[in-house]
C-alpha cells in the first residue's frame, strides 16, 4: 500500500511564507516524478508545480519566482516553499506522485488528502 501525507498548512498573512511537506511511504518501488496541486473553492484543480526524477522542475505561472519545489535525496518527500503569499493563493494544496508499488511493473498517480493554505490578515 501506498500513502502519501501533506503537511504544513495553516494561515498567514499576505505576504508571508509557508512550507509544505508531502512524504510518500509503503510499498514503493520507485517514484517519478512528483508534483503539488491546488484547489479553490469553487474552482477546478490547477497544477503548481512539477519535480521530475531527473530534469527541471516547472511551476504555474502564478506562481513563478514565488515558489520553490525541491526533494530530498531519497527522493521520497517533496516540499512547496511558498513566499510572497497573495489571498489568490488560498486553497487546498495536493501532492502527487508517479509511484511503482513493489511487486508491480505498473506506475500510477497516488494522492495526498491535502493541507488547507489560507493567506489573509
Known amino acids: 500500500q501506498v500513502q502519501l501525507v501533506e503537511s504544513g498548512g495553516g494561515l498567514v498573512q499576505p505576504g508571508g511564507s509557508l512550507r509544505l511537506s508531502c512524504a510518500a511511504s509503503?510499498?514503493?518501488?520507485?517514484?517519478?516524478?512528483m508534483a503539488w496541486y491546488r484547489q479553490a473553492p469553487g474552482k477546478q484543480r490547477e497544477l503548481v508545480a512539477t519535480?521530475?526524477?531527473?530534469?527541471?522542475?516547472t511551476y504555474a505561472d502564478s506562481v513563478k519566482g514565488r515558489f520553490t519545489i525541491s526533494r530530498d535525496i531519497a527522493k521520497t518527500t517533496v516540499y512547496l516553499q511558498m513566499n510572497s503569499l497573495k489571498p489568490e493563493d488560498t486553497a487546498v494544496y495536493y501532492c502527487?506522485?508517479?509511484?511503482?508499488?513493489?511487486?508491480?511493473?505498473?506506475?500510477?498517480?497516488?494522492w495526498g488528502q491535502g493541507t488547507q493554505v489560507t493567506v489573509s490578515s
Open positions: 502527487s506522485g508517479l509511484i511503482v508499488p513493489i511487486g508491480t511493473q505498473e506506475q500510477d498517480d497516488y
Open positions: 509503503g510499498n514503493i518501488d520507485n517514484i517519478y516524478a
Open positions: 519535480i521530475p526524477g531527473i530534469g527541471s522542475p
